[in-house]
């Protein structure tokens, strides 16, 4: 009988011993991991890495780390997929590059998984957010495309630089390409003191292909833009010999039509006529 006893206070100790490991394992990772951003300070000109640093309560330290960058989120999955942990506290270190960004607020959430527990539990160790910034070249604006707009058929890649010698644009992994640069815009003047600064170059989205795509504008090889847009095409590089009309109603305005037209030279539909058309009344 004494000897059951002492059987259930071991047992009772064991419990209340992996009760406190656990609570204090709890304890340190609630305080959440360092997150350093590098540059501190980063611009779209900058290759960015975050590096993740803490002392961690036991052996199964995170690691193998999965890197998703959604929009402006950038999801950082660390995972242990070892069976036993020895109960001492660990320091541990990541570093992870992502590369360049688009100008813009960014969240970094880093997420742990014991793969070895069943089921597996995920928690979020850490978080923090920075910026990126567009000041890489001051006096320099790209007009279009726009961050997240949407392109097809033949546009004009637009925008202007108070003073460069040279203008390229990047797309993609694509190599450079110089456009023309030095075209009058009187509303830069007030930035400038000067009206010759604007830039344009003619290009066939549909080249492209269907999906996201990245482009970067540089100004004597310094990046002013980086933005992402998505291309949707017809299955061509360039539609032939296909034609259609079409009204459409309460635009701009409710009690207004526009009739856009199939162009073959802009690979696009264009604006080839507008009228009322208030319900139950014909203009022309």
């Not at 970067?216 to 095409?233: L, P």
């Not at 073959?264 to 507008?274: L, R």
Request: aromatic residues 8%; glycine residues 8%; negative net charge.
């Amino acid at each position: 009988m004494r000897d059951r006893v002492v059987k259930t206070q071991n047992i009772t100790r064991l419990l209340l011993m992996l009760l406190l490991i656990s609570l204090g394992g709890i304890s340190l990772r609630a305080q959440g991991a360092e997150i350093e951003i590098m540059p501190p300070t980063p611009s779209v000109n900058d290759r960015i890495s975050i590096r993740i640093f803490d002392e961690w309560p036991d052996a199964c330290t995170p690691e193998n780390p999965e890197v998703m960058v959604s929009a402006n989120t950038i999801e950082i999955n660390t995972f242990s997929d070892s069976q036993a942990c020895s109960q001492v506290i660990t320091p541990w270190e990541l570093q992870i590059s992502v590369g360049y960004l688009p100008a813009g607020d960014y969240q970094v959430r880093v997420l742990y998984t014991r793969e070895a527990t069943l089921p597996s539990a995920t928690s979020q160790i850490g978080q923090t957010r920075f910026t990126v910034t567009n000041a890489a070249h001051e006096g320099a604006f790209l007009e279009s495309p726009q961050q997240d707009s949407y392109e097809s058929g033949i546009g004009l890649i637009r925008g202007w630089v108070c003073q460069a010698e040279t203008i390229e644009v990047q797309i993609d992994d694509g190599s450079r390409r110089v456009v023309a640069y030095g075209t009058t815009r009187g509303d830069t003047r007030e930035v400038c003191g000067d009206d010759d600064n604007g830039f344009g170059y003619t290009f066939n989205w549909n080249a492209l292909g269907d999906g996201t795509h990245r482009l970067q504008a540089f100004a004597d090889g310094v990046v002013f833009a980086d933005v992402r847009f998505t291309v949707t095409t017809l299955g061509v590089d360039f539609l032939r010999d296909a034609s259609g009309e079409y009204e459409l109603e309460n635009f701009p305005q409710l009690g207004e039509c526009v009739t856009v037209r199939w162009s073959e030279s802009h690979q696009n539909f264009v604006i080839s006529g507008q009228r009322l058309c208030l319900p139950g009344i014909t203009l022309q």
